[in-house]
């Protein structure tokens, strides 16, 4: 689950699967608010950002193993929070900002990125499935359980984000059909551990 971006941009940088997805997201965040990047870009950065206008995730899913931020940037610009438009947009997008969740909710978190090549020891972020923060992840659930929503929370320790979709996808369906049978849904709430702080992120100065 994607709950801070500025935290996933760090944690998938220089990740030997995810870190394609570095780019998606320059493209996405600026694509969806209108706003212009490029004179932040590195030429490499403006030559990847051309050329994948149009890929869908599958495409850069390997394909870049090691591209760090840095690599897409001027070097001035080689700390993301030293983009204040992105800053700007990474704390609108960020869901720990947003109000609680209305319905029960199901949540299944890897945290064995290292299976994908992505490390889990960047200070702040700690493991995650490798492209998702599995300690964000657990605020954001403890955020909804603080507003009296249902969450049934699972964190699968020894499992990345593709692994642990064979586990994940028959949980939910039972799950699902359960609330529409009218089953009242689990509750790990009391469960949970804390996570990381999701504070908006300040532009570096």
């Known amino acids: 689950m994607l ?9 998938v940088d220089g990740s030997r699967v995810w870190a394609g997805i570095i780019p998606m997201s320059i493209i996405g965040i600026a694509r969806g608010f209108h706003i212009n990047i490029t004179p932040y870009l590195s030429s490499y950065g403006r030559q990847l950002y ?12 390997g ?6 931020f840095a690599q897409l940037v001027k ?9 204040p438009i992105l800053v700007k947009v990474e704390n609108k997008l960020n869901t720990g900002s947003r109000g609680p969740a209305t319905i029960p909710m199901f949540i299944g978190q890897g ?17 995650g499935d490798g492209v998702m923060v599995a300690g964000d992840v657990r605020t ?4 909804f359980c603080h507003s009296g929503t249902a969450v049934d929370y699972t964190q699968h ?3 990345s984000h593709v692994t642990t979709f064979p586990v994940w996808a028959p949980a939910v369906l039972a799950w699902l059909n359960g609330l529409f049978a009218g ?21 570096a100065g």
């Not at 089953?183 to 532009?203: F, W």
């Open 111 to 127: 945290a064995n990125g290292t299976l994908e090549g992505t490390p889990g020891n960047k200070p702040g972020i700690g493991p």
């Open 63 to 68: 394909a870049y193993p090691g591209l760090t």
């Open 75 to 83: 070097p001035q610009y080689a700390n993301p929070a030293s983009i």
């Open 3 to 11: 709950v801070d971006p500025a935290h996933n941009l760090t944690y």
């Open 183 to 203: 089953t009242q849904s689990p509750n790990d709430c009391s469960q949970i551990p804390p996570g990381n702080s999701l504070a908006p992120v300040h532009p």
């Open 140 to 143: 954001l659930a403890r955020h």
């Open 50 to 61: 051309a050329a994948l206008q149009k890929a869908s995730i599958i495409n850069v899913l």
């Open 157 to 159: 320790n020894a499992l």
